[in-house]
């Protein structure tokens, strides 16, 4: 047990039965347990994230990294967003939830461990295999520095824009996310960074 997750496990102030729970399941399995994006992660003898557990407002997940080359015999992993391409959760919203799961979410673990081992990688979409905006299409066009600027970011930096501006329902509110990221893509940020 990593002094780090007991900590985070002190700060929180909901699913803290469940986390602890999930966090005695996970550790049989054999994983070493760390804190990476303020979450328990729990990696394999040469370090290689298997899972992460993490806490939402409605429910609390274990994310398997790989979680799309997984089986799943039981049915119960989901893709966050469409845009999700690697990873995969298993939700729960109570202790009983979790207890409930654990000869399965165990067998998984087990089975994200082979596959880690394995070598198994996932076969990515291409940015260009996403649906651009019409919006974006038609400045990409236009603008020459802009084009080269969102071409220069990496593939996840341009799903995410790409995500971002086709989820606006009405043209003129994707014109208008187009021209507020502008200036971010043109320093080469992320929608997040």
């Given at each position: 047990?990593n002094?780090k ?10 699913w ?5 729970k999930?966090?005695h399941?996970?550790l049989d399995c ?9 979450w328990?992660?729990y990696?394999?003898?040469e370090g ?12 609390c997940?274990?994310?398997?990294h790989?979680?799309a ?5 039981g049915?119960v992993?989901i ?7 690697s990873a995969?959760q298993i ?14 979410l165990k067998?998984?673990?087990?089975e994200?461990?082979e596959?880690?081992?394995a070598?198994l990688?996932?076969?990515r979409?291409?940015?260009s ?7 974006l299409?038609v400045r990409?066009?236009?603008d020459?520095?802009?084009k080269r600027?969102f071409?220069?970011?990496?593939p996840?930096r341009?799903?995410?824009y790409?995500y971002?501006f ?5 043209p003129?509110?994707r014109?208008?996310r187009?021209?507020k990221?502008?200036?971010r893509?043109?320093e ?6």
């Open positions: 047990m002094p997750v007991d900590a985070f496990l002190k700060r929180q102030k909901t803290r039965q469940e986390f602890v999930l966090r399941i996970i054999g994983l070493t347990e760390e804190l990476k994006w303020g328990p992660c990696t394999d003898e290689k994230n298997i899972v992460l557990v993490h806490g939402f407002k409605e429910y997940a274990v994310l398997f790989k979680g080359l997984l089986a799943d015999a049915r992993l893709q966050q967003t469409p845009n999700v391409q995969r939700r729960f919203t109570s202790v009983k939830d979790v207890i409930k799961l654990e000869k399965t067998a998984y673990v087990r994200a461990i596959v880690e081992r070598g990688k996932i076969e979409q291409k940015t295999d996403f649906a651009m905006p019409e919006e299409r990409l066009e236009e020459r520095a802009l600027a071409e220069a970011l990496t996840g341009q799903r995410a790409i971002y086709s989820q606006a329902k009405q003129k509110t014109e208008s187009v021209e990221c502008i200036p893509i043109l080469g940020l992320g929608l997040d960074d």
